[in-house]
T-cell receptor
Framework: DAKTTQPPSMDCAEGRAANLPCNHS???????VYWYRQIHSQGPQYIIH???NNETNEMASLIITEDRKSSTLILPHATLRDTAVYYC???????????????FGDGTTLTVKP | GAVVSQHPSRVICKSGTSVKIECRSL??????MFWYRQFPKQSLMLMAT?????????EQGVEKDKFLINHASLTLSTLTVTSAHPEDSSFYIC????????????FGQGTRLTVV
């Protein structure tokens, strides 16, 4: 799996958009970008994933650069409950049996402030 | 959506005893589950892959005789920490995924183990 680099921490004002960057310059053509978050003392929660096109769901948007060497997770209207550690993970398109296997980096601690 | 549940969520045990942690997939069958360990202020580290009906696969540096994994059914994997010591105190998390390609992983809520 490709290595990812994320800033260790970020702050965001409540109600504003939170933009979390991730660098994955060694990503291969068959590797996807996944984002998870972990709220304190809980298991990680899936947010979104993509290959090369931008993706959006009810939680967030994922913007992947054209060269796929970096991506940005966007939480459009951050709330206090979005305070968590956000992990960017790059991995190949496993068959489902191995989808639970991920290499976690240090992630970005996002603090949403009132 | 799919749910993976762990039990117990928190356990305290005496040094030298064994502790069993259960991981269940509640609305899907999981032929493979994964066990992670997370120390305070650190990221998740993969410990082992639990395979239904066969032996688990352990990551380098993880003692298979200390962390016993049993995956006897398609919805249940158990992790037993044997002869626990204070240094085994950690947050243990399991994960699994639903059938399909490029699916996301679902994680249990985690088990906080404290060995005293």
């Amino acid at each position: 799996d490709a290595k990812t680099t994320q800033p260790p921490s970020m702050d965001c004002a409540e109600g504003r958009a939170a933009n979390l960057p991730c660098n994955h310059s060694t990503i291969s053509g068959n590797e996807y970008v996944y984002w998870y978050r972990q709220i304190h003392s809980q298991g990680p929660q899936y947010i979104i994933h993509g290959l090369k096109n931008n993706e959006t769901n009810e939680m967030a948007s994922l913007i992947i650069t054209e060269d796929r060497k970096s991506s940005t997770l966007i939480l459009p209207h951050a709330t206090l409950r979005d305070t968590a550690v956000y992990y960017c993970i790059v991995r190949v398109a496993f068959a489902y049996t191995n989808a639970g296997k991920s290499t976690f980096g240090d992630g970005t601690t996002l603090t949403v402030k009132p | 959506g799919a749910v993976v549940s762990q039990h117990p969520s928190r356990v305290i045990c005496k040094s030298g005893t064994s502790v069993k942690i259960e991981c269940r997939s509640l609305d899907f069958q999981a032929t493979t589950m994964f066990w992670y360990r997370q120390f305070p202020k650190q990221s998740l580290m993969l410990m082992a892959t639990s395979n239904e009906g066969s032996k688990a696969t352990y990551e380098q540096g993880v003692e298979k005789d200390k962390f016993l994994i049993n995956h006897a059914s398609l919805t249940l994997s158990t992790l037993t920490v044997t002869s626990a010591h204070p240094e085994d105190s950690s947050f243990y998390i399991c994960s699994a995924s639903k059938p399909g390609k490029n699916t996301e992983a679902f994680f249990g809520q985690g088990t906080r183990l404290t060995v005293v």
